[in-house]
């Protein structure tokens, strides 16, 4: 089973609206798939369709084989699924340990989370440093860190990151995609990135995205770079 | 070029000028503590130093021991209103429905621990501290566990349903509460009848009617002050539940952002029932605590809701915080029982007139942000 | 000179446009033309109608509370468990204003206002009210404004059930009637009213059939005055009215003829003057003028034919003695009609508005509203301003009509949640459906509670039992009550009545037709009531 997670043909509304008008696309195993587009191309919508927070009105979602289009949002992200929503969305009145906590699903032992914690400081070493703090006062590059982190405390298939670069400062971006490609060998990664170029060492493949549909495919981020055309007309110019 | 012509706000003016809101504040505090003074030293001309005192004690002693039991009741009614975003209209009804359970189940457990047929009869028949003990512990629990059952009841087959739309969830609350308060009425009548343990109970307690008596008029009943240690016990219980527990700890992540706790893998309609049946249960648990010393009167459900209200606001609790209506419980306990033993005329609208003052001094609430 | 001819002009314009204005409003014109005519069956005497009207008039009183309640909740989402206190300060101002004897001396001037003028005051309070409430919102994220609204409904109550002097305490207070509502003048100026809606409604019966020259015209038009001769025979005092109304309808059925057989144009596009090639038609003086006119003094003298003794009667009495009661029922019945009326055209324009449909757009999404350039704050508190005036002015009816009013009955909270049975039940956001749910709710009440604890041996109270499940059925599946979901059905039920054939007829009903229904519904009702009141 080379693909780990399928999408055919999705249709999605919010409310009445008409977000999604037939997407598919595929993220296959072990590689790095990325949503590319301009904002309220449908990127987000995509992500929240998959964990089934806007459940598609027509169309399939396949995980590791199994249908998983109009199952309860816990019961999808159950099957291995780490989220890492775009405006972070951590809690900021627990602590940062707290938050942690939380984010291990039910029946984990404490080995595990000391197992799982130690592969996140070795990801990213300073977060040892404000374990104890309140979550909601730490700096943006440290909550997307615990955001990131949130995601990694259960053993999961595919991450799907949303938005990891926003509002951070070119450097702590840059050391956030190096984490993020460190990442590459633990897990599949489906991400969604406006600001394309920051991102281009890490991707395989990538769907590019306008007024909800998918326009362009491929497997050659370098590709992409070059063609001025393309990226001016669906990814405007971006920083 | 035309010139912006800003319109004057004192909001924005003390923002900008952090001096003079220091000062202002500053004022404020001393004319409070002033008045405040005046205030007292005017009780105490009325009422003479020794009346002021015992007056003043037992205010205390009851505030304490009423804002215990709001905060009982009230963070039932938090924890409800703030993960599942459900204004429950029928929490005060749950609460005056736990009364009656209470009550019901005390006398039942008391007749069964009197009756010299069962063997209950040879520990509690000559103890009788024991025995109200026990009654009152079974009757609490008891009351509790109806309620939780009847709050997980209603939650899981019908509010379930409205999830995403607040207002017909709030209607169907208002439903409840209507059918249980008419069912009530038609069992033990309306609100003009208040049930009380002592009147119908076969023996006399030490433990609800004791008195502690330090002389000189300072008199306490022993059940109040119980009531203040159990309802402190409870909240810190509730406090450590919060910060230690898993499920505590998802409740507090959960009234903050549900959507993501559901995305991280937490079963969130669970976690839902879960809450509102604790939620229900808690309105029981204080409604059977109020027993003994208010009684049972099926025209508590509404005036208790509307302390639940006031509390919330005036705590800032509609903010998501705990502590919130733990500092709301006090201030609307502590002045009902002072306003009531010094301003007996504004012992029915003083929690309305703090409300109002919350309301335009500080709009989030003491613990909330604007 | 000049000026005369202008004001000439202009009166010719309004009696121009009353032929347009008559087939625009049909069913309200028929339903007020019936309700305006009932109190006329009644005498001094006491009278099986006059119980109808009691009932009637509580039940449009609530009508107009849920009516406003629902202007918040149906229109604007917003959900004012204070509804109340907007009643309950109409009512005691009016108490006030009718007896002021107890107030202390600055407060007591306000009897100085006269009747009418006081119900006007009172909508102001209500409003002013409202607005207090409605500033509150900025203050109060989303639904917590619902407990807000309770709170100062509270206050107030307190206030009042702590004042027993003031607010008569458990006892109550009795309200005086007002004068002007127990003087002949007074009802002879709503029996006037009476006949001018008859006058207006039999104008636009005879319009209708001149309009629609095939035969479903007649068809539908001979069942409403076989209906309204019928109530000519049971609330009238002789049989020469109904005859005379005869003779009327047979005359309508001329006039048809004589239509049908000069008519040429299109039927569905007929024009009063011209012929279908454009051309100036000569005008037929017998058809336009004489005929409805006829038909029309028939008519009226029918009634004056069938009441008249009545009217007599009530007047020669409160001449011989000016202090007689006999006038309240009737008068007030009419007073509050005519509010609830002006209220239901008023929220009706209110919401076809641009106002209104702003109003919509905040309550659906208030951020995208407010992105649309709304002031969704603003809409918000005009919405409580004119819901505070509506229930204030529920309050001034309802203060008099009841004649003892106590903090409990007023400004209790039961009487929010009441209003919302109502809504609910009857159907939230839909016009008509608060003043039916009102009417369901209050009449069953005040039969089944009877019925339980008589005929069953069960304590009444199990009635609101009923009601409270039967409100939690209608929350959970027929969130648009009543009226919403036979609304939801009448749609499809409309499209076959429109393609309806009866042997060689077209059977077709337009949508114009359906004011037929709706007074015969009407007096359907009211009928069955009478029938089960006596």
Not at chain 1, 120 to 139: E, H, V
Not at chain 2, 134 to 144: D, E, H, K, R
């Amino acid at each position: 089973m080379k693909n780990l997670l399928e999408i055919q043909n999705a249709h999605v509304y919010i409310g009445s609206f008409y977000i999604l008008q037939g997407i598919s696309l595929v993220v296959p195993k072990g590689e790095v798939t990325l949503l590319l587009g301009r904002n309220g191309s449908g990127k987000t919508t995509t992500m929240k369709s998959i964990l089934g927070i806007y459940p598609p009105k027509e169309g399939k979602i396949v995980f590791k084989g199994e249908e998983i289009s109009n199952l309860p949002t816990h019961k999808i992200v159950n099957k291995g699924m780490g989220y890492v929503p775009d405006t972070r969305r951590i809690f900021g009145t627990l602590t940062v340990e707290q938050n942690l906590v939380v984010s291990m699903r039910k029946g984990s032992s404490r080995e595990d989370m000391q197992k799982r914690l130690d592969l996140i400081f070795d990801l990213f070493p300073d977060m040892k440093g404000f374990l104890k703090q309140r979550a909601g006062t730490l700096s943006g590059g440290q909550q997307q860190m615990l955001a990131v982190a949130r995601a990694l405390m259960n053993e999961n298939d595919l991450l799907l990151i949303d938005e990891p670069t926003e509002g951070l400062s070119p450097l702590l971006a840059k050391n956030l995609i190096d984490s993020l490609d460190r990442l590459k060998e633990f897990a599949t990664i489906l991400l969604v990135e406006q600001n394309f170029r920051t991102v281009s060492k890490l991707g395989d493949n990538y769907y590019i995205f306008d007024n909800g549909k998918i326009v362009h495919e491929g497997t050659n981020m370098s590709e992409l770079i070059d063609d001025k055309a393309l990226v001016a007309q669906y990814l405007g110019v971006s920083i | 070029m035309t010139m912006q012509t800003k319109r004057f706000s004192p909001r924005d003016y003390l923002e900008e000028n952090p001096q003079v809101r220091k000062l202002l504040r500053i004022t404020v505090v001393i004319a409070l503590i002033i008045i405040g003074g005046l205030l007292v030293l005017a009780a105490i001309d009325v009422y003479t130093w020794n009346g002021f005192v015992v007056r003043a004690s037992k205010s205390l002693v009851n505030g304490l021991a009423l804002s215990m039991l709001l905060f009982l009741m009230v963070s039932g009614f938090f924890l409800i209103f703030g993960l599942c975003d459900v204004i429950n209209f029928a929490h005060g009804a749950f609460f005056m429905l736990g009364g009656f359970m209470g009550f019901v189940i005390y006398l039942g457990t008391e007749a069964v621990f009197l009756d010299p047929a069962l063997p209950f009869y040879l520990i509690f028949g000559a103890n009788q501290f024991a025995l109200s003990v026990t009654a009152f512990i079974v009757s609490a629990l008891g009351a509790a566990a109806v309620l939780a059952l009847i709050g997980g009841g209603i939650e899981f087959f019908t509010i379930r349903r409205l999830y995403g739309n607040p207002i017909a969830q709030i209607l169907l609350t208002v439903g409840f509460m209507f059918v249980i308060t008419q069912i009530v009425e038609i069992i033990w009548g309306p609100s003009q009848f208040s049930y009380f343990i002592i009147s119908n109970s076969q023996i006399t307690y030490f433990f609800i009617s004791g008195l502690l008596d330090f002389g000189g008029g300072l008199q306490f009943a022993v059940y109040r002050i119980f009531l203040i240690f159990l309802g402190l016990a409870v909240a810190g219980l509730m406090f450590i539940g919060f910060r230690k527990t898993r499920i505590g700890l998802l409740v507090q992540a959960g009234i903050e952002d549900s959507e993501m706790v559901e995305a991280l893998g937490t079963d969130i309609r669970k976690l839902f029932t879960i809450v509102f049946m604790l939620g229900a249960g808690l309105a029981g648990l204080s409604g059977a605590v109020l027993v003994p010393w208010i009684g049972a009167n099926s025209g508590h459900g509404l005036t208790y809701l509307i302390f639940a209200f006031v509390i919330v606001v005036v705590g800032g609790a509609h903010y998501g915080r705990l502590e919130g209506t733990f500092f709301g419980a006090l201030i609307v306990g502590l002045s009902i029982q002072f306003t009531s033993y010094f301003i007996p005329f504004l012992e029915n609208i003083i929690v309305f007139i703090i409300m109002a003052i919350i309301l335009i001094v500080r709009p989030g609430g003491l613990t909330g942000h604007e | 000179m000049n000026n005369e001819r202008n004001i000439v002009r202009r009166l010719k314009v309004i009696i121009l446009r009353i032929p347009s204005m008559l087939s625009n409003n049909r069913a309200v014109i028929a339903v007020l033309a019936f309700l305006y005519l009932l109190p006329l069956g009644t005498a001094a005497s006491t009278s099986p109608v006059r119980a109808l009207l009691f009932l009637i008039t509580q039940i449009m009183v609530f009508s107009l509370l849920a009516m406003s309640f629902d202007l918040q909740l149906g229109r604007a989402s917003l959900l004012n468990f204070g509804h109340v206190a907007l009643f309950g300060v109409g009512a005691y101002f009016m108490a006030f204003t009718l007896d002021a004897d107890f107030l202390p001396p600055p407060f007591n001037l306000i009897a100085a206002i006269p009747f009418p003028l006081t119900l006007v005051v009172a909508m102001m309070i209500g409003g002013g009210l409202g607005l207090i409430m409605g500033l509150t919102t900025s203050r109060m994220r989303g639904t917590a404004f619902a407990f807000i609204g309770l709170a100062i409904a509270m206050f107030i109550y307190n206030f009042f059930a702590e004042n027993p002097g003031l607010s008569g305490g458990e006892t109550g207070l009795r309200v005086p009637t007002p004068d002007i509502i127990r003087t002949a003048p007074f009802y002879l100026l709503f029996v006037t009213l009476a006949f001018v809606f008859l006058a207006a409604f039999i104008g636009m019966v005879v319009l209708y059939i001149k309009k629609r020259t095939e035969p479903i015209g007649l068809i539908l038009v001979t069942p409403v005055m076989v209906a309204f001769t019928g109530v000519l025979l049971i609330f009238g005092t002789n049989v020469f009215g109904p005859v005379l109304v005869f003779i009327a309808f047979l005359g309508m059925i001329f006039l048809f003829w004589i239509e049908r057989s000069k008519s040429i144009s299109d039927p569905l596009q007929y024009s009063e003057n011209r012929t279908f090639t454009g051309e100036v038609k000569p005008t037929n003086k017998l058809t336009t003028y004489v005929l409805p006119f006829i038909i029309i003094i028939i008519v009226l003298i029918g009634v004056v034919v069938s009441f008249g003794s009545n009217i007599a009667q009530m007047v020669t009495l409160w001449i011989e003695d000016s202090s007689t009661f006999y006038f309240t029922i009737p008068v007030q019945f009419y007073l509050v009609l005519t509010c609830l009326v002006i209220t239901y055209v008023f929220i009706k324009r209110l919401i076809a508005s641009p106002f209104g449909r702003m109003v919509t757009a905040v309550a659906q999404n208030e951020e995208r509203a407010e992105a649309l350039g709304y002031n969704s704050y603003r809409a918000k508190i005009v919405v409580l301003v004119i819901s505070g005036a509506i229930a204030g002015l529920a309050g001034a009816l309802y203060a008099p009509f009841i004649r003892i009013i106590d903090p409990h009955t007023t400004l209790g909270v039961e009487i929010t949640i009441n209003a919302m049975l109502y809504t609910i039940i009857g159907g939230i956001g839909t016009l008509l459906g608060p003043i039916l749910g009102t009417g369901v709710v209050v009449y069953s009440e005040l039969n089944l509670v009877d019925f339980i604890r008589e005929g069953l041996g069960l304590p009444g109270q199990l009635w609101l039992v009923g009601l409270g499940v039967m409100y939690i059925f209608i929350v959970l599946f027929m969130p648009l009550g009543i009226v919403g979901s036979i609304g939801r059905r009448a749609g499809s039920i409309k499209d076959r009545l429109r393609q309806l054939k009866l042997g060689q007829f077209e059977f077709g009903i337009k949508d114009t037709d359906y004011w037929v229904f709706g007074l015969l519904g009407t007096i359907g009702l009211f009928l069955l009531l009478l029938i089960v009141s006596l």
